[in-house]
């Protein structure tokens, strides 16, 4: 048995390990700026029907969503090859669970295209704002 000031010792040891890493998780998190509130609030509604469509399990209800055609495996693919092969292999359960609850990350890139990114697993899943509003863009490995 270990004597108690050795406890006390471990538990404050343990305690401050458990303090720095949520610090600096706070500290990570605020190097990525928030986007402009407007854009937010726009991606915030287009995200609430999205996630609408993944509870339902929708293919129809996403390919609606997503900026077609879309780059996969190579090609450009249309609705149809979207809804009956790309949807299941993008959003299994996992994923579909996943992005009820991931945080978006605002991006804007170097030509002033703004979007979101929201992190599942070893995915990144790309949404960009366009003319026509907000759309599904399309997956990234998370490297």
Request: aromatic residues 14%.
């Given at each position: 048995?270990?004597?108690?000031?050795?406890?006390?010792?471990?538990?404050?040891?343990?305690?401050?390990?458990?303090?720095?890493?949520?610090?600096?998780?706070?500290?990570?998190?605020?190097?990525?700026?928030?986007?402009?509130?407007?854009?937010?609030?726009?991606?915030?509604?287009?995200?609430?029907?999205?996630?609408?469509?993944?509870?339902?399990?929708?293919?129809?209800?996403?390919?609606?969503?997503?900026?077609?055609?879309?780059?996969?495996?190579?090609?450009?693919?249309d609705r149809a090859y979207f809804e009956s092969?790309?949807?299941?292999?993008?959003?299994t359960q996992r994923n579909r669970t996943c992005?009820?609850?991931?945080?978006?990350?605002?991006?804007?890139?170097?030509?002033?295209?703004?979007?979101?990114?929201l992190f599942c697993g070893q995915t990144i899943?790309?949404?960009?704002?366009?003319?026509?509003?907000?759309?599904?863009?399309?997956?990234?490995?998370?490297?």
């Open positions: 048995m270990m004597p108690l000031n050795r406890r006390r010792f471990a538990f404050a040891a343990s305690f401050g390990l458990l303090l720095a890493a949520l610090s600096m998780d706070s500290a990570l998190a605020q190097r990525v700026p928030p986007g402009p509130p407007a854009v937010e609030a726009e991606f915030r509604q287009f995200l609430a029907g999205f996630r609408q469509a993944l509870r339902a399990n929708d293919a129809s209800a996403v390919a609606a969503l997503t900026r077609l055609p879309i780059y996969y495996d190579d090609a450009h693919r092969r790309i949807y299941r292999q993008m959003f992005l009820q609850t991931a945080r978006p990350v605002y991006d804007k890139d170097g030509e002033g295209t703004e979007g979101f990114s899943f790309i949404f960009t704002k366009k003319a026509d509003g907000f759309r599904f863009e399309g997956t990234h490995p998370n490297d």
